[in-house]
DNA sequence: TTTGCTGCAAATTGTTTGCACTCAG
DNA sequence: CTGAGTGCAAACAATTTGCAGCAAA
């Protein structure tokens, strides 16, 4: 599923983007294609410097930007504190994410009602929908049965946007 | 809909939650029940000033964390950047928040499909749904209709988490 | 060569915290 | 009286930006 984009075709992308194809930039899209978990900017700054290559993390960033306005890459939010923000090679089917808020492992879901949300609050509100941000938090079937040991575990159910 | 919040009511709603009531909760309280706008702290903070009111900054930031965790208040993410934390009156029916990516409005929106894909997700994934941020982003009608006249606004449709 | 890109360090910004003082209970 | 709450200023953390040098095109 993953590693999918080999460098000619980051190459590619870029051009096709209109930005300059500079090493730094390869090498962001070739950690996000790669990547095994969701990475914010600091996360892609370390391992870029792990595996020996150099990069600013002020770099990372405007690449981030860059590549998110183009679309290589898409800018998510996890955590019931959206202080950081991740990111994801943009050449993977629609999901949704959810976060464990014991474990804080990230699930990858899926379902159909975000999209449907979409079309029918465009039909019925008359609204261009052009992004939707969504994503859930609670807790994982491993730490729900560990804790809660059959109990249902109250909790407020809060929205958190 | 709103102001549904007088002062006796909200002394009431602190000591529910087992707070102290002081002059600076109940006036960021009626200030959130009044509100004609969703509200982020410094929001908060220059209406409180404007009607004569003291508070510092500092205090209006500890006193929606306490009245979050007590569930007297909701906080919401909008926009694109999700910088800013939004606060509203937790007693409000479930709804959901759309902003106009060209003139900024909010609008709330209703929908069914949050609350059916939670219960979706929990019984395909077995997860325990503790929270859903959901908020949605585009053109309103007016936006729409002025830019677009008529050709549709080819827009990334990009999920921002 | 001519821009765009990069690195570095400094600046921003929303939010949090330490500490001494105050006031609700 | 006593601890929770407050104000102020300083601290934080994630992200952005100014500027001089560098390197794609």
Redesign the interface.
Known sequence: MKGLLDVSEARERLEAGGLRVTSQRLLVLQILARAEAHLDAEGIYNLAREQGFHVSLATVYRTLSRL?ET?LV?????G?E?KREYYEAADKA?HY??VC?SCGKV?E?N?P??A???R???E??????????????????EC?AES?KGK??G???????
Chains 1, 2 share one sequence.
């Open positions: 998110k679309g898409d800018q998510r939010f996890f019931p959206h629609e994410h959810f808020l699930v879901v379902t009602r975000i449907q949300a979409r029918e609050l465009a019925e509100y008359g609204l261009v929908l052009a992004a939707a941000c969504t994503c859930f938090e609670g807790y994982c079937a729900a809660g249902a575990r909790h407020g159910l809060a929205a958190v946007s």
